[in-house]
C-alpha cells in the first residue's frame, strides 16, 4: 500500500500515517471515536461485535442510537485513515465482517500490542539467563510510554484498558528491577524503587524488590522499616499478613544474609509439578496478558482464586496453560501443582475428585498413610495445607466443575488454573477464557517454527490455504508443521492440495500419537457416556449436524433432523456449545467449525436418510410459507410439504425470515439437489422453487440462475416435467435481467411446450406473459404486444385475474415502447384497478411506475410524481430493488423538468448508493444519462440567462 499506519494508546490516543520517511498525525476525531479506534486496536486482526463495541463505550448507559453512532464512528476513522478511499471502494483498514469490524494492521503498529510483545521478549531472554539483554528491551518497552494510558478517554473499556496497561507497566518496572539486582546495579534503582513504593503501598513485590536494594545498599535499617510499612499497611487496609516473599526478605535482612534476592524454599521441601514449556510458544500476546494480570495482579490484591481456560479439542488451552504459570512462577514461592484430570483422555477413567486431592496432599507433604480416605477430611486437610501460603494449582483437562469443586475454598493467595473443554459456570472469585483458535498471522508462524520460515514463507498464498485448511487450530497447525518437517520433498502447496480433499483431510492431520480426528472423538464419547440424558442427545445431534452442509442452524432445523420438539434441540446445541463442539453464530444460530463438521460427517448414522428428509422438508415448507406470507397475490410455485414449518405471522417477519436464512436455504438446496436419492433431490428443487420471489426482489440473479439450471438438471433426470416447466420459466427470468432476450425466449417456448403437453393452462398463461416480460427487458416493444395480448385473452378465459393485471400492464408497457403513452395511461389505469381491488401490492407498484414513466413522456411531471413517489414506497416495503431503482431515476426526471436540479441530484445518488444499475446495462446507461442530465441543468441554472 506504501503507508503505514501506527496507533499509540499508551498515552492519549494518536495515530500516524507513514509514507516512506514522512509522518503524518490523523485526525481521529472526538473522544468516544478514539475509544472506538482504542477497541478496535486492543483486538487487532480479530473481529469485534456491535455488541462489545456499545458495551465498551458506554456500558449499560447507552443511548437508543448507540449503533447508529457506532457506524458513525466506523465512518469517520475510515475517512481518517483512507482519505482517497473511493465512496464504494472497501475500506483496507478497517473492514466490516458478519462478526464485527476489524482493524487491518500488525500488532506492530499498536504501542500497547508491540509493548506486551516486548515484555514477554524480556522475560524469554532473562529466563535464558541474559539480564543486559533484558533490561535494555524493558528500557525500550517503557520509552514508549508518553503518560497516562488512553489519557483523556472514558467509559468502561478505557477505564478497564488503561487500569490493565498500567498493571502490565508495573510488572515491567519491577522485571527490569530484577535484572538490575542481578547485574549489581542497586543503587542505582533505590530512588525508583521508593517512588514506586509510594505510589503503589500495597504492592508487595516492589517493596520486597526496595528492600533488597536497600539491604544491599548497606541500609538495612532502612529495609527493615519499609518491611513494617507494609506489614501495617496490608492489615489496616486488606485484612493480611505479608506474603511468603516479603517475610523471606524480612528474615534474609534481620540474619543480615548477603542472598541475592528473595528465595524460594528448597526443592525437596517445595513441590514445582509444572510440565516443561514449549520451546517456541507462538501468539496468543492478548490472552497471555491478561491471564498474568489475573495470576500476578500489579497492585497487592491476590491473584484470581479460580481461572478457567476452555475452548475446544486442539485449540492449545494446556500449552498456553503451562505457559502462563512458568511466567507466574514467582507469584507463587509455596510450590506449584499440576495434574492431568483425564476428563477427555480416551479409554483412561477421569480422576475422581479423591484421586486429585491426594495427590496433591501427598506433593504436599502429606505421608502416603494420613491421606484421608474421606472426600470432606482430605479437602479439609488440602485447605489447611494451603492456609497462609501462595501455591499455583494446574488442573488440567478437567472433565466438568464436579471433579474440581472441593478443591475451590482454599485460602485466598492461592489460584486453581483450570484447562477444560467444557465451559463452567462458578460464578464469584472466578474468570474464564474461552480461547478462539488462532489467527492467520499466529498459524503461519507456528508452520514457520515447525517446518522453517524460508519454506513457509516461499509461497504466501499457498501457506495462506494451508493455515486456512487447519482452521486455527493448533493441534492441526502442529501436525502440519511435523510432517512438513518429516518430509522435506514436500511443498507447502503438496500439502495443501492433500488437505484440500475433504473426504480425507481428517485422515492426512495425524502424526505419529497426534492426530485431530482422536482429539474431536474423545469429546464425542464423552458426551455419549454422560450420565444426563442431554448428554446423550448431544453426543447423536452431532452426528446428525454433519449430514446437512449449511453454514448455520437453527434449534428447529435440529429437531427436524433429530426428530425432538425445538426446546429438546436448543438444548442439546447448547449442551454442544458448552463442550466447545459448536459455536454461537449469532442469537439462536449455531455453526460447525470445518475440522469439527467434517469428523461430524464421519459419525453418519446409518438411519441417516430419514433425519435429512424431515430436515429438508423444514426447509421447503417454511420458505414456501415465508414467500406466500411475504406476498399473498404472488403464484407459490414449489408444492406443498407435508412438515410444520417455521411460523411468521406478518410480510415482514416473512420477508425477514427469508433474508436471514437465504444461504442456508441455498445450501441446502445445492446439497439435496446433488443427492442421487430421488426423494432428496426432489426436496431440492421444491426448496428452490420456494426462493424465486425472494430471489427476484433482492435481485439475485446469478444465485437464480444457477439454482435453477441445477434444478432442471435434476427434473429431467427424473423426468419431472412440470418441475423443468418451471426451472426453464426461472432460468428464462434470470437471462431477461441480465439482457439476454433470446436465450430468455428460447427457455419460455420449452415452458409452453411443456405446459401445453401437461394440459396446465395457468403455467400457459405465464409462459406468454414471461416472454412478453422478456422483450420488453429487450426494449423490442412491438414484439411482446401479441404476447400479452394472447396472455390476456388465456387468463380471461380460465378466470385468472393476476394473469389479467400482469397482460394489461405488458399491454402498457408495449404502447409507452412504441411511443404510445396515451394508449399507454388508458389501459395501464384499467390495471390499475384491478390490482388495487385485489390488494396487490407488487403489481401495483410496477403498474404506477409505468403511468410515471408514461405522464413524463406526456411531459406531465406532476402527475407523473403522484404515482412515482408512490411506486417508490410499495417498492421499499416489497424489497425489490430493481423497481426501486428505475424509481428513483425517474423521479429524479421528474424534478429536472421541474426545474429543481438538487433534488434530482438526490434521487440519483440514492439510486447509486442502491447498488447502481444492479448490474443491468439498460439501467446503468439510464443511470449515468440522468446524472449527466441532471449535471447539465445545476450548470444551465448557475450560469444565468444569457446577457
Known sequence: ???????????AVTAE???????????????????????????VARPVPMSQMIAGIWGEDAPRNAEQSVYTYIAGLRRAFEPGRGRREPSRVLAGTPAGYVLRVEPAQVDALLFAERIEEARRVQR???????????????????????????????????????????????????????????????????????????????RELL?????????????????????????????????????????????????????????????????????????????????????????????????????PPGVGKSALAAHVAHLAMDRFPDGQLYVNCRGATPELPALTPLEVLGRFLRALGVPSGAVPADLDEAAAAWRSRLHDRRVLTVLDDAADLAQIRPLLSASLGNTLLVTSRETMSWGEDAVQLDLARMSPAESATM????????????????????????????????????????????????????????????????????????????????????????????????????????????????GALAGVTSGEAEAALERLVDAHLLDRAGPGRYQLHDLVRLFAGELRPQDWRGPLIRALSYYAASARLASHVSDPHRTQLA??????????????EAKAWLRDEEAVLTAAAVQAMNSPDDTIARLGVNLVFGLLWRQERAYHIAE?????????????????????????????????????????????????????????????????GNVANAYSSGERYEEMLPWAERQLALA????????????????????????????????????????ERAGDASNEGQIRLVLGEAHLDLDDPEQALRYLLRARELFETSGYRIGRVRCLIRLSQAYRMLKDPDRALSYVDEALADGGGLGQGRWERRLEEERAAVEEARGAIEAGPCP
Open 704 to 768: 437464480m440462475k444457477e439454482l435453477n439450471t441445477l434444478a432442471l438438471r435434476v427434473s429431467e433426470r427424473l423426468g419431472d416435467d412440470a418441475g423443468a416447466l418451471l426451472a426453464h420459466d426461472h432460468i428464462a427470468n434470470a437471462l431477461r435481467l441480465t439482457g439476454r432476450t433470446d436465450e430468455a425466449v428460447s427457455h419460455l417456448r420449452s415452458s409452453l411446450e411443456l405446459a401445453r403437453r401437461l394440459g396446465d393452462a395457468f403455467s400457459e398463461m405465464r409462459a406468454l
Open 128 to 206: 535464558a539467563g541474559d539480564d543486559p539483554q533484558a533490561v535494555r528491551l524493558l528500557d525500550e518497552a517503557l520509552a514508549m510510554w508518553r503518560g497516562t494510558a488512553l489519557s483523556g478517554l472514558s467509559g468502561p473499556f478505557a477505564e478497564t484498558e488503561r487500569d490493565r496497561l498500567e498493571q502490565l507497566r508495573l510488572a515491567a518496572l519491577e522485571l527490569r528491577a530484577e535484572g538490575l539486582l542481578r547485574l549489581g546495579r542497586h543503587r542505582d534503582i533505590v530512588e525508583e524503587l521508593r517512588h514506586l513504593t509510594r505510589r503503589n503501598p500495597l504492592r508487595e513485590r516492589v
Open 17 to 43: 500515517l507513514h509514507r516512506g520517511s514522512a509522518a503524518e498525525q490523523v485526525d481521529l476525531g472526538p473522544a468516544r471515536q478514539q475509544t472506538t479506534l482504542a477497541i478496535l486496536a486492543a483486538a
Open 796 to 835: 380471461t378465459s380460465i378466470g385468472a385475474s393476476v394473469g389479467v393485471r400482469y397482460a394489461l400492464l405488458m399491454m402498457g408497457h408495449s404502447h409507452l415502447g412504441t411511443g404510445h403513452p396515451e394508449k399507454a395511461v388508458k389501459v395501464l389505469r384499467e390495471a390499475l384497478a384491478e390490482a
Open 447 to 558: 508452520l514457520a517454527n515447525l517446518a522453517g520460515a524460508n519454506r513457509i514463507s516461499a509461497d504466501a498464498g499457498e501457506t495462506a490455504r494451508l493455515v486456512r485448511l487447519c482452521d486455527g487450530l493448533p493441534l492441526a497447525l502442529r501436525i502440519a508443521g511435523a510432517r512438513l518437517a518429516g518430509r522435506p520433498d514436500w511443498s507447502v502447496s503438496a500439502l495443501a492440495s492433500r488437505l484440500s480433499d475433504e473426504r480425507t483431510r481428517l485422515h492426512e492431520l495425524a502424526a505419529g500419537d497426534l492426530a485431530v480426528r482422536s482429539s474431536l472423538a474423545a469429546s464425542h464419547t464423552a458426551l455419549e457416556r454422560g450420565s444426563r440424558p442431554v448428554d446423550r442427545l448431544a453426543a447423536r445431534m452431532l452426528s446428525l449436524l454433519g449430514l446437512l452442509h449449511v453454514p448455520e442452524m437453527t434449534a428447529e432445523v435440529a
Open 1 to 11: 500500500m506504501g503507508e503505514r499506519i501506527f496507533i499509540r494508546l499508551l498515552g
Open 639 to 652: 408444492a406443498p410439504v407435508d412438515a410444520v414449518p417455521h411460523e411468521v405471522r406478518t410480510a415482514d
Open 211 to 311: 528492600m533488597t536494594a536497600l539491604f544491599r545498599s548497606g541500609s538495612p535499617a532502612e529495609a527493615l522499616q519499609v518491611y513494617e510499612e507494609g506489614r501495617v499497611l496490608l492489615a489496616e487496609e486488606l485484612g493480611l499478613s505479608p506474603g511468603e516473599g516479603l517475610r523471606r526478605c524480612h528474615e534474609m535482612v534481620l540474619r543480615a544474609d548477603a542472598a541475592p534476592a528473595p528465595s524460594a524454599p528448597a526443592p525437596h521441601e517445595t513441590p514445582h509439578q509444572l510440565p516443561r514449556p514449549l520451546a517456541e510458544f507462538v501468539g496468543r500476546s492478548a490472552e497471555i496478558s491478561r491471564l498474568t494480570e489475573w495470576l500476578a495482579p500489579g497492585d497487592a490484591t491476590s491473584p484470581s482464586p479460580l481461572m478457567i481456560i476452555t475452548g
